[in-house]
Structure formats: structure tokens, C-alpha cells
T-cell receptor, first 113, second 114 residues
Framework: NAGVTQTPKFRVLKTGQSMTLLCAQDMNHEYMYWYRQDPGMGLRLIHYSVGEGTTAKGEVPDGYNVSRLKKQNFLLGLESAAPSQTSVYFC????????????FGPGTRLTVT | AQSVTQLGSHVSVSEGALVLLRCNYSSSVPPYLFWYVQYPNQGLQLLLKYTTGATLVKGINGFEAEFKKSETSFHLTKPSAHMSDAAEYFCAVSGDQAGTALIFGKGTTLSVSS
């Protein structure tokens, strides 16, 4: 039982490049989330999904897109990376009908130059 | 709308001293409350949570927190700090709709000196 995994762990992009971050969970959770963490800002929600095929915007969605084609996977895309997107990205999941406790992945550290 | 305020971005204690990390929240519905810990270069790990029932909640590593509805607080305590407790701590409150994300405070970095 791996819990929540994220790929890759580290990445350096040049401005304008694109990439996709992959999140996978093996706990059969319905809800999944993408956050970004910046110093002194805590965690801010980018996008979330309440089920396969559904996504919704969070607090800071601009510049990102997401897809949830399979229940266990939640992808975060950057179409044209900007230096402001330099951050640590965390994926989390939780089950429906529960206490909202979220399980977090180990994070992806992204640097955009 | 829900919000979380953590008082003090940085707290320093000596080993063996009391740890007190403060968290106040606002919520339009009965809240679920959480404390998470993040060690350097790692993800977030749940320390403890309050859902319903007993207002004093015990978590891992000797931490506990008390839900005080009248004060809208959920402060985290540990009687005796250990060097290994040095980390960043986040308080979070549940959103008001199923499936919505937790709302996190900005975090408190705990330093422990010998």
C-alpha cells in the first residue's frame, strides 16, 4: 500500500516549457487535490476533483490545468511555465463520507528559470 | 467562509520545555480541525484531528490539542519538547461542502534548542 505517490520528485523548467505532474493513490479515494506550497503562504489549493471525470478550480488555478480520467490518478499540467510557478506541489486525497482527513504525497519541487 | 490563523510564524523552545502552537479558526458550520506536521523536504503528516465528541484530542508523538468552541481555538501542545519535534506545523479546518479542500493556516516553524 503505497498511499499517495507523485512523479517526478524534482524538475527544472525553462520559462514557456510545459510539463505534467502525476499523482496516484491506491486507497480508492474519491476526492483528490493539488496544492502549492510557498514560504510563508501555507498550502493553497490549485484544483480539486470529487470524482472520476470531474474537476473544479481552487484558490489559485490560473496557469494550471488538471484531468482525472481514472479514479486513482490526478494530473496537473502547466502549459507554459512561468517563474511565478516555482514552488513545491503537493497532491492529497481523501474518501467521501469521511472526516475530511487528507493523505499527502511527498511533493514535487519545481523550479522555473 | 472558513479561515485559519496561526499566531506566530516561528516558535523557539528549549528541549524539555512546553510546546504551545496557537490556532484560531472561523467556520460557518461545525468544523473538523486538524494539525499536520511537515519535516524538512517531506510531505505533510497528520498529527491529530478533531471531528466530534471529546474536545481534548491526543495525537502522535505526545502532542495533543483542545477544541474550544467558545474561543474558536484549537491550540497544539506538548508537555516536553524533543529535538526531533523541530518541524513546520500546520493547522487546518474543513471546508463547508463535502469534497472541498481543507483550509490551511500559514504554518508555524518550531525550533528546539538543546
Amino acid at each position: 500500500n503505497a498511499g499517495v505517490t507523485q512523479t517526478p520528485k524534482f524538475r527544472v523548467l525553462k520559462t514557456g516549457q510545459s510539463m505534467t505532474l502525476l499523482c496516484a493513490q491506491d486507497m480508492n479515494h474519491e476526492y483528490m487535490y493539488w496544492y502549492r506550497q510557498d514560504p510563508g503562504m501555507g498550502l493553497r489549493l490549485i484544483h480539486y476533483s470529487v470524482g472520476e471525470g470531474t474537476t473544479a478550480k481552487g484558490e489559485v488555478p490560473d496557469g494550471y490545468n488538471v484531468s482525472r480520467l481514472k479514479k486513482q490518478n490526478f494530473l496537473l499540467g502547466l502549459e507554459s511555465a512561468a517563474p511565478s510557478q516555482t514552488s513545491v506541489y503537493f497532491c492529497a486525497s481523501t474518501r467521501s463520507g469521511g472526516s475530511y482527513e487528507q493523505y499527502f504525497g511527498p511533493g514535487t519541487r519545481l523550479t522555473v528559470t | 467562509a472558513q479561515s485559519v490563523t496561526q499566531l506566530g510564524s516561528h516558535v523557539s523552545v528549549s528541549e524539555g520545555a512546553l510546546v504551545l502552537l496557537r490556532c484560531n479558526y472561523s467556520s460557518s458550520v461545525p468544523p473538523y480541525l486538524f494539525w499536520y506536521v511537515q519535516y524538512p523536504n517531506q510531505g505533510l503528516q497528520l498529527l491529530l484531528k478533531y471531528t466530534t465528541g471529546a474536545t481534548l484530542v491526543k495525537g502522535i508523538n505526545g502532542f495533543e490539542a483542545e477544541f474550544k468552541k467558545s474561543e474558536t481555538s484549537f491550540h497544539l501542545t506538548k508537555p516536553s519538547a524533543h529535538m526531533s519535534d523541530a518541524a513546520e506545523y500546520f493547522c487546518a479546518v474543513s471546508g463547508d461542502q463535502a469534497g472541498t479542500a481543507l483550509i490551511f493556516g500559514k504554518g508555524t516553524t518550531l525550533s528546539v534548542s538543546s
